[in-house]
């Protein structure tokens, strides 16, 4: 009896582990560097201009983003990525900005060296628009 669990157990150890094996490798951190040439928002966060690196890992249900500035005072930043999807190999590294009235806003990060597109949150305009509105209206009750 004894011998028919330490199978089993065995068994279910190594069938684990060949589970795991895949998913670890496939989970490695991508890494790079870009240089940003003026201030951006991105999602919540307010990045100055600067040289950064980053690394992109899986946690959990979302991938991270993990920004750290090179030059300066070495700022850094985690940015979680609202959704990812595969690139095309002929395509450039480009991050995508939107211009809204709080500023310029990170949308899309493509890294084709990767073969994936990050997705990040940007504000819609039709809420900025509203919030600048009621700011104002605001002001001129007072």
């Given at each position: 009896?004894?011998?028919?669990?330490?199978?089993?157990?065995?068994?279910?150890?190594?069938?684990?582990?060949?589970?795991?094996?895949?998913?670890l490798?496939?989970?490695?951190?991508?890494?790079?560097?870009?240089?940003?040439?003026?201030?951006?928002?991105?999602?919540?966060?307010?990045?100055?201009?600067?040289?950064?690196?980053?690394?992109?890992?899986?946690?959990?249900?979302?991938?991270?983003?993990?920004?750290?500035?090179?030059?300066?005072?070495?700022?850094?930043?985690?940015?979680?990525?609202?959704?990812?999807?595969?690139?095309q190999?002929?395509?450039?590294?480009?991050?995508?900005?939107?211009?809204?009235?709080?500023?310029?806003?990170?949308s899309?990060?493509?890294?084709?060296?990767?073969?994936?597109?990050?997705?990040?949150a940007?504000?819609?305009?039709?809420?900025?628009?509203?919030?600048?509105?009621?700011?104002?209206?605001?002001s001129a009750?007072?």
């Open positions: 009896m004894n011998s028919i669990r330490r199978f089993v157990y065995a068994a279910v150890l190594v069938l684990s582990a060949l589970n795991l094996a895949p998913n490798a496939s989970a490695q951190d991508a890494a790079g560097s870009f240089t940003l040439t003026h201030e951006v928002r991105w999602q919540n966060a307010v990045v100055p201009a600067g040289k950064y690196r980053f690394t992109i890992g899986a946690s959990g249900p979302s991938d991270i983003l993990t920004l750290r500035k090179v030059d300066g005072n070495g700022v850094g930043f985690i940015l979680l990525v609202t959704d990812t999807e595969s690139a190999p002929s395509d450039d590294n480009r991050l995508f900005l939107v211009s809204r009235p709080g500023g310029s806003f990170v899309t990060m493509q890294l084709p060296q990767f073969s994936m597109t990050l997705h990040f940007v504000p819609s305009e039709t809420l900025e628009v509203a919030q600048s509105v009621a700011t104002s209206t605001a009750a007072r």
